[in-house]
């Protein structure tokens, strides 16, 4: 992973070989486990996501051939993970795989087990699992991390209160009543630091993006209406691929520097070339499958530079990015995440939501390893203070204001997203298109 001083424009290449391996043994599962069938089954028809997407690690009676299709084994912890790719950890032990869930006692629940089921993991411990089926020498587990990529839960269940009462100061953290961005980045910080020195940062970024979730989705139909689908079967959103922030130029960097309090780290910058207008830092928190994509108005100029730790001047030209920013506010503070981007069966997932009145726009990437499409956007009142400046500072004409104040601004998405051959990288080119088709100047 690229270090703060490392971080760099990247591209990520696919790895077939790797994800063929995970993908032949999941089938050989599936196939000698009519449990896995069943649930395979209930997955794709009731949330549109496939039992790859939630599969947390699989278990091996023999680790030879991994070293072969690029995985490489920690010598530490007898773990197998591919350094290149997203996909699940391998470990030796008796056939089967552990599905990731956001609780194991809401799964547990919303598949109909019960108090029979024993739960390795003290209530509130970062690491909490059960093992549901053992069929055919195929054993089936479930498991809820939160801030470790650990297999046997740590010790740490006195930290259970702690976690609960930061929990409730990120999702009552005040958003809107502060009279300019640096009061609300200094509360927010207090508040960071606060959890990271009781709870360490693994366990606190865990945290925070729990609470950010949970606002994002309040403000948005399309979410609520996968979150329903996705809990039916207990599952949360464990399918999280990564979040998104808009952020103005002036605190961008204050918005990296809260993440990597979190402990989270830069891994490559985006930049999507000279007539797009805008770039992303790309930063992923290695314990807890964390990964910010983080948006602001760019020049080709300053791509060079770290722009992510060198403060960036004001302008008074807005891009996409900005714009938005100005209308809602902040990402990180008043508005909320922009997407939340999940992985999915793309075809499925799309046409099952399409059934429940939540239709998606055009796909903005369509390649053999990569697909990707926002459900259309949630629609926001701009609040009339924040379009008075806009159109006093020349951001929009009096005409775009006049049709924001009648029919709203787009505000948030769903993203729905299909990864195949371990590709864990981003189209520049396809989410530049949807970066332009999301700027309220097109819609007005």
Request: net charge negative; aromatic share 8%; glycine share 6%.
């Amino acid at each position: 992973m690229a270090t703060r001083s490392e971080s760099v424009v990247q591209s990520w290449s696919p790895a077939p070989q790797a994800a063929s391996w995970i993908t032949d043994r999941l089938e050989t599962f599936r196939q000698r486990s009519t449990f896995l069938q069943d649930f395979d089954t209930r997955l794709r028809k009731e949330t549109g996501t496939r039992l790859l997407d939630w599969t947390d690690r699989i278990f091996t009676v023999s680790t030879a051939e991994l070293s072969t299709v690029g995985f490489e084994e920690d010598a530490a912890s007898s773990v197998w993970r591919h350094p290149d790719a997203l996909l699940p950890a391998v470990e030796l032990g008796v056939d089967g795989l552990a599905i990731r869930v956001e609780s194991v006692v809401d799964f547990l629940n919303a598949q109909g087990f019960d108090d029979r089921i024993s739960i390795v993991g003290d209530s509130g411990a970062a690491v909490r699992r059960a093992c549901i089926s053992d069929q055919n020498g195929v054993r089936v587990s479930v498991i809820e991390s939160h801030g470790s990529v650990d297999w046997d839960p740590g010790n740490d269940a006195p930290l259970s209160g702690a976690v609960s009462r930061h929990l409730e100061a990120f999702r009552l953290r005040r958003r809107r009543d502060f009279a300019d961005n640096m009061n609300a980045f200094q509360h927010t910080e207090r508040l960071i630091r606060a959890a990271v020195d009781e709870l360490g940062p693994d366990r606190a970024c865990d945290v925070f993006f729990t609470a950010e979730r949970g606002y994002w989705q309040s403000r948005n139909q399309a979410a609520r209406v996968q979150w329903a689908r996705q809990a039916e079967l207990g599952m949360g959103w464990a399918n999280h691929d990564h979040h998104t922030y808009r952020s103005s130029r002036t605190v961008f960097s204050q918005l990296v520097r809260m993440l990597e309090l979190l402990g989270m780290e830069c891994r490559e910058r985006f930049y999507a070339g000279r007539e797009a207008g805008w770039g992303a830092q790309v930063l992923e928190q290695p314990r807890t499958r964390i990964i910010v994509f983080a948006d602001v108005d760019l020049t080709a100029d300053e791509v060079k530079q770290d722009f992510s730790h060198e403060p960036l001047r004001d302008r008074a030209e807005l891009g996409t990015v900005g714009l938005w920013c100005r209308l809602h506010g902040e990402a990180f503070l008043q508005a909320g995440l922009h997407h939340l981007e999940c992985q999915f069966d793309f075809d499925q997932a799309r046409e099952q939501l399409a059934t429940l009145g939540v239709p998606t726009m055009a796909p903005f990437t369509d390649l053999p390893h990569l697909k990707q499409a926002f459900t259309k956007g949630e629609i926001w009142r701009v609040d009339e203070r924040r379009l008075a400046a806009a159109l006093e500072t020349g951001a929009v004409t009096s005409q775009q204001a006049d049709e924001f104040r009648k029919s709203g601004v787009l505000g948030s998405h769903l993203e729905i997203l299909q990864r195949d051959d371990g590709y864990k990288g981003f189209n520049q080119s396809g989410i530049s298109d949807i970066i332009l088709a999301t700027d309220p100047r097109m819609q007005a």
